[in-house]
């Protein structure tokens, strides 16, 4: 995974060696198998995270409710716990009552999304699905067709396009001024990022912890040192980047967990504004 | 609806805002910098109506972010 300087075996003062942080390089696997087809990567590392993710999201469902019974047992009030706190924090604050038919699909997105973003931590696999681009943007657009859908079965066709246009209290002869700024902000801007923003967390996180190992591995030169005290110095050095890595490893958990409800309750906010109407 | 209202509406403004506030700025500045960009070009000129894009584009997202999350 962190190959930039582990691979080579490089480490300080070692003659002819220099640090290469690790780069973009990590989120661009090399294909296992290739179709040649254009803009593609093939099969990659990122397929095999990808199914583990869903296998994990199937999974805890699967286990957690194939008994169900009304006193509910451990599993069974964890899953639970985890509807009520869609339902409480994000669709009834956002859409009131009416928001309960999407509580299976932010519940489904949300803990999909968790389990792809928490591939970063799993050791073997260690790589965020999220942190390419192509699969927050697959979820990003398929919640903005949902929007459009949804507004459209509410208001028509006319209705939902001049909500999402036309901005209320604004006088006709500022129209022609705010009315291409509002289809630019509601059509492209926020679609994009909300996908961004996922994305570009997760990637910087990621980043973040190969630098905090690759420069820790790098750094690591107990018996190579020139001379005894060099050597533990740089252990010791070693040593900080190791416990940087550990802090933010804690903190990226804490992160993908942030930035999977972050997406979840944007997306609940868009679809209830999309079933409100003009504001 | 009402629920809806108390609980978004009541005391603290939509949470949508934030990122609602900053694509009227940027949708604003890239629109209409990106026509006045256009028409120096069309026109000949070397740097007229993108300014006056990059203003228009400006004080319309402003506007917009006045009329729809400070007045309301």
Known sequence: MYSAASEEGCHLFDPGCKFEAPGTSLFFPNPWLDFGLPATSGITKYTLVLVVALLVAAGFWYFTTRNAK??????????????????DQITRTTMGKEGDKFIPLLLTLFLFIFSMNIMGLIPGLQLPVTSNLAFPAVLAIFVFILWNAVGIRRHGVGGHIKARLVPGGVPVWILPVVVPIEALSNFVIRPATHMIRLFATMFAGHLLLAVFAAGGWYMFNLFGAPNAG?????????????????VFTAFELFIMAVQAYVFVLLSSIYLGEAMEGAH | MNERTDAVVG???????AGAVLSYLLGGLAFWGLIGWGADRALGFDTLFLPIGLLLGLVGGIYLIITQYVRS
């Open chain 1, 230 to 246: 060099l050597g533990l110095l740089s252990a010791g050095f070693s040593g900080i980047a190791l416990i940087g890595f550990l």
């Open chain 2, 11 to 17: 005391e603290e403004p939509p949470r949508a805002s």
């Open chain 1, 70 to 87: 009304v006193v509910p047992g451990r599993g069974q009030s964890m899953a639970e716990m985890l509807v009520s706190f869609i339902r």
